[in-house]
């Protein structure tokens, strides 16, 4: 067998494959860091700020029912805990909401949205690995020693080489 020569038609169909197959890859990386919709920024943050606010309560219970004075240096480890019990969790929520918006507007994704993308990605990730395969056994049938990507699925190989 020998190497594919770099201008050979089916060896610059297969790099093309594979930048299309880099590509989905990269775009499936993407999916779990676009911005989360106003909404579900806004819930995530207000179980944290919840859980703040449940840390805080015990101490401010304490501190207000012995009257005791309390130093600004005391308060810096639950700060935010003793704000939204000083604000109340409802505006907090508001405040929350309004920041978020201001950060991301109309960007954010949805959880179902990225979902839905993911699986559309998947699937077609999958039929050009299957291109991709056929593209290096029709070269193999040539005579041409061809590499694999170390990541391609076996399922898919094996999907192709029992056609």
């Known amino acids: 067998m020998r190497l594919v020569p770099t201008d ?3 060896a610059i169909k297969l790099q093309r494959i594979r930048d299309k197959i880099a590509e989905r890859q990269k ?5 779990d ?15 944290w700020a919840r859980q703040q606010s449940a ?20 308060l ?9 019990l000083l604000l109340g969790i ?7 909401a309004k920041l ?10 949805s959880a179902a949205e990225r979902a839905s993308r993911d699986a559309q990605l998947k699937a077609e990730l999958r039929e050009i690995e299957i291109e991709e395969e056929r593209a290096v056994l029709a070269l193999e049938d040539q005579g041409f020693a061809v590499l694999r990507r170390r990541d391609i699925d076996p399922a898919i190989l094996w999907a192709c080489w029992n056609e």
Do not use: C, W
């Open 55 to 74: 840390i805080a309560q015990p101490r401010m219970e304490y501190i207000a029912h012995h009257n005791l004075e309390v130093h600004h240096d005391e």
């Open 8 to 10: 050979h038609a089916g």
């Open 90 to 96: 409802d505006e907090i929520e508001k405040r929350a």
């Open 27 to 31: 775009q499936l990386k993407a999916i």
């Open 76 to 84: 810096q480890e639950f700060s935010f805990g003793t704000i939204a």
């Open 33 to 47: 860091s676009p911005l989360r919709t106003v909404e579900e920024a806004t819930a995530e943050f207000m179980a």
């Open 100 to 109: 978020f918006k201001g950060i991301i507007g109309d960007a954010g994704v």
